[in-house]
């Protein structure tokens, strides 16, 4: 079978909302994506909205404190994403005439320092809510969706609901090979930092850490990549047959 056909006959037109939280560096991205490629489905990183609605602030310069000022430009800031898995770009900017494609931009260190401040604006979250699920019917529910809060606030109803953790260990020792394979130089001393801090905040507004109730856990730490994804799409099937 090459890597490209589903590995499990699915239902067409049925909805399959696969909802992914968990946090910084336990694999949800990665092994989101490689999911919906495997399975057929489209792929939504919310945490790309979050990023890149930081990014339009920073470079519009807006005070980040202004709570008020960031959920105007969070109900009105132009907003695209590739549901594809095989392309995963995206557009934003102030309006659709400003919009640049901002896929590597919002990965910089300076938006990752920034983005809790947009995270833990309650009014911009409601309006970047709104938006993801939309964009869940936009495909008819066939979709993985990762993020903090899609298996308790997004998409609750979701077919497969599930909370990829990590050790602190494994999660930094990712995010470093990451970011230094990129062309990144901060040290390890500032990622771990860095990693940490904006879990301990954006926690303060959801819960993603501990999986809500009917939410299955898997704890990636021993895991590689390839096994994670096993792993994932066995949980599908068990939810969902096939
Ligand atoms: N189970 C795993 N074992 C080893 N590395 C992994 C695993 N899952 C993901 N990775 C790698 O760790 C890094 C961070 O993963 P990513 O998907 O960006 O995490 P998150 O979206 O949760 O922050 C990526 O380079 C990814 O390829
Ligand atoms: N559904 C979501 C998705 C992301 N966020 C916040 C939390 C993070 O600090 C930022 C960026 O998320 P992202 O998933 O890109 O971050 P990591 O890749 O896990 O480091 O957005 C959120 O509050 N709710």
Partial sequence: MSSTTPSIPLRLGK???IAIDGPSGSGKSSVAREVARRLGLAYQDTGAMYRALTLVCLESQLDLQNQAAVEA???????????????GMVSAGIDVEHAL???????????????????????????????QRAAIE??????????????????????????????????????????????ETQSAADVARQVLARDAKDS??????RAADGVVTI???????????????RLVKENVGG
Avoid: C
């Avoid at 993985?144 to 020792?173: F, H, N």
């Avoid at 303060?204 to 850490?209: G, H, L, R, Y």
């Avoid at 704890?219 to 096993?230: I, K, M, N, P």
């Fill in 15 to 17: 909805s399959l909302v």
């Fill in 204 to 209: 303060t507004v959801v819960e993603f850490q």
């Fill in 101 to 131: 494609d901002v896929t590597e931009e919002i990965r910089l260190p300076r938006v990752s320092e920034a983005v809790s401040a947009v995270a833990t604006n309650l009014g911009a979250r409601t309006e970047l809510i709104r938006r």
């Fill in 219 to 233: 704890d990636s730490s021993d895991l590689d990549f390839e096994q994670t994804v096993a792993a994932v799409i």
């Fill in 73 to 87: 430009l969070a109900k009105r800031f132009f907003f695209e994403q590739w549901f594809d898995p095989g392309v």
């Fill in 138 to 183: 936009s495909v008819r529910g066939r979709m993985v969706v990762e993020g903090r809060d899609i298996t308790t606030v997004v998409a609750p109803q979701a077919e497969v609901r599930l909370l990829l953790t990590a050790s602190e260990e494994a999660r930094l020792a990712r995010r470093g090979a990451q970011l230094a394979s990129s062309g």
